[in-house]
């Protein structure tokens, strides 16, 4: 399914969202500098809930790319790499699936603490991972002119 306009969605999880947004901020600006100017932002409660929702919008055909953005913390109790390795393989499906692009930046550092020095450190690596987000959604889309 070939996309109807050069739309982006970004899905964002809420949770760490001061760290999140730093990739989105990063990506949406990423973006409008290689051209992109359509971008919708979804909010979701936690990277679980991302695949869901890019799938639904994956169907709708109005995308050229879809990405998902979340920070999954290392809570001790391996949960973790369960929802990181589920959200991940589930916006592969969806990427198959669907035939668009499906872009992640569900990230999961080790040993991530909430003290000044790492939520600084995290923020400032997710405005970077953001704007690699949007370096890699820039060029792996190609949009073809629709047809009048």
């Known amino acids: ?9 970004l899905v964002a999880a809420r949770w760490h969202a001061d760290i999140v947004d730093r990739a989105v901020q990063s990506c949406r600006a990423g973006l409008a500098g290689h051209g992109f100017t359509e971008v919708d ?16 919008l994956a169907a709708t055909g109005g995308y050229a790319a879809l990405a998902g953005c979340a920070l999954v913390v290392d809570g001790g109790i391996y949960r973790h790499d369960f929802v990181a390795s589920t959200v991940v393989d589930a916006l592969m499906r969806i990427q198959l699936e669907a035939d668009v692009p499906v872009f992640s930046a569900v990230l999961t550092p080790h040993h991530f603490h909430e003290h000044s020095e790492h939520l600084t450190y995290f923020a400032g690596h997710f405005e970077t991972k953001g704007a690699e987000l949007a370096d890699a959604i820039a060029a792996t889309v190609q949009f073809e002119v629709p047809a009048q």
């Open 41 to 56: 932002l979804f909010e979701v409660p936690g990277a679980f809930e991302i695949p869901l929702r890019i799938k639904r």
């Open 1 to 9: 399914m070939s996309p109807t306009s050069n739309r982006i969605a």
